[in-house]
């Protein structure tokens, strides 16, 4: 299943905040990463090769600080703000990674957090959270409007709110995902890329398009969690209820303005993928590339394996965005009892 965007053959340039994140505001991001964030390994496998037809190139952000992509964006922005804001310290909401991120980056850059996490989110995420030095206070997803409890926390408080993806310094740090990526394997025929709020994507497809122009970014979305795929085919963005999926990191209801005004301009198509298939990817992971996988950090890799992608190129880039879980939640998604090894 997927959702076509029709349009122009080239990219539109961008208007108003969309313009904000450009190739050199990603490239000012890996400069100010530098020496902070890891350049995390681009794998290859033969057997994975032979079942696509396609030479792939996986990006394994499950290998980044905090296990995922949202450190980039998280230390991109906090370390852009001005010494008075991180003096009074930082607010964000999150289910678990940019928790985590926030978290981490408010540590490394001297200045404290306090996260607005779901009452469901995993425990391990929290744990890290905590770990990492952070203040939490937790909500119900389902009932509750994180968007709006997070802004009204940080306006009490008088912090500086990071939101996981809607905001240009957050963008341009996970954009060098895909800068990084390129660097190293050149030219590509299509990148895919989880979609959640559409961060990762939107500073993907910005410096993934800039340095290779043609390139197709393909989204990939649970399909309980298909907003970004409905959002394009209408042209504006709509909301849908609280996704249930095992890809907490996607259970989002609506994309954010920013990254979809991004999205609309630079994607080439949203692909969705089942938790099924989510599953054996994960699990194909585990077994054959030897990496373990959150639910949404395999997303991307799940429409590959899967087939959702019509006429794939010869060379294409894969996000694996995270690695997040803990032992007895990838058993209990795997379908395992906590006691089967």
Do not use: W
């Amino acid at each position: 299943m997927s959702a076509r965007i029709s349009g122009p053959s080239g990219p539109t340039p961008p208007a108003g905040p969309a313009a904000a994140v450009t190739l050199d505001s990603v490239r000012d991001a890996a400069a100010r990463l530098a020496g902070v964030a890891h350049r995390t390994p681009v794998l290859r496998s033969r057997t994975l090769d032979a079942l696509v037809g396609a030479e792939v190139h996986l990006k394994c952000e499950s290998f980044q600080r905090v296990g995922a992509f949202k450190f980039r964006g998280a230390y991109n922005a906090v370390a852009r703000l001005t010494p008075e804001q991180r003096r009074r310290g930082v607010a964000a909401y999150s289910s678990g990674n940019h928790a985590q991120a926030v978290a981490l980056a408010a540590r490394e850059l001297g200045t404290t957090a306090v996260i607005l996490m779901p009452e469901d989110a995993p425990r391990s995420k929290r744990e890290a959270t905590a770990g990492y030095g952070a203040e939490i206070v937790t909500y119900d997803r389902y009932t509750g409007d994180r968007t709006a409890l997070g802004r009204a926390l940080a306006e009490e408080r008088g912090l500086a709110l990071i939101p996981p993806y809607d905001h240009p310094d957050v963008i341009a740090g996970q954009g060098t995902t895909a800068l990084e990526l390129i660097e190293e394997t050149g030219p590509l025929g299509a990148l895919l890329t989880p979609v959640g709020g559409g961060g990762l994507m939107a500073g993907c497809a910005t410096a993934a398009t800039a340095l290779v122009p043609g390139i197709r970014m393909i989204g990939v979305e649970p399909e309980t969690g298909d907003d970004t795929a409905r959002s394009l085919a209408a042209g504006e963005r709509v909301a849908v209820p609280v996704p249930r999926t095992i890809a907490d990191g996607q259970a989002i209801e609506m994309p954010g303005e920013l990254t979809f005004a991004i999205n609309r301009r630079l994607l080439d198509s949203v692909v969705l993928v089942t938790d099924d298939e989510i599953r054996a990817a994960m699990r194909f992971a585990f077994e054959r590339l030897k990496i373990v996988t959150e639910p949404s950090g395999a997303c991307a890799l799940a429409a590959l394996l899967s087939g959702r992608i019509a006429a794939l190129p010869p060379r294409v880039g894969v996000v694996v965005s995270g690695g997040n879980i803990a032992l007895d939640r990838f058993l209990e998604v795997m379908g395992a009892a906590p006691d089967a090894l």
